[in-house]
């Protein structure tokens, strides 16, 4: 508060340029810091409509990875849950089959991934 009426006193003393010139001057060193963004991994396009699409084209591949990473990590709990339960029982043919079946599905998850980027 104490800092919004100094800028108001300062700005009746010095006039109008000076409350320009004060509130620019810290915005440009906050945007110093501050990264460029990057363009979409196809390019930024000639118009807003296809810097967007690229942009969603990057999300819908970024999308296929956390799908992938989400079916890795379900793959994983529940062959570390079977095998909790073949330890116990002896039975480790089920053990086996959801390993097997899980590291098919996680193949298959990442080549449809893979077919849908090309197909994006």
Do not use: H
């Not at 409509?49 to 990057?58: K, P």
């Not at 992938?68 to 086996?96: C, D, H, M, P, Q």
């Amino acid at each position: 508060m104490t800092a919004v009426r100094s800028l108001f006193s300062c700005a009746r003393t010095r006039g109008l340029a000076a409350l320009t010139a004060m509130g620019l001057v810290p915005a440009q060193a906050m945007a110093q810091g501050l990264p460029t963004m990057e363009a979409p991994s196809r390019g930024e396009g000639e118009g807003l409509l296809t810097t967007l699409q690229n942009y969603l084209f990057d999300f819908g591949a970024l999308g296929g990875l956390i799908l992938a990473t989400v079916a890795f990590l379900i793959v994983a709990i529940a062959a570390i849950a079977t095998f909790n339960e073949a330890r116990v029982r002896g039975e480790w043919s089920k053990f086996g089959v959801v390993v097997v079946v899980g590291v098919v599905l996680i193949i298959a998850i990442i080549w449809l991934a893979t077919k849908a980027s090309e197909i994006l």
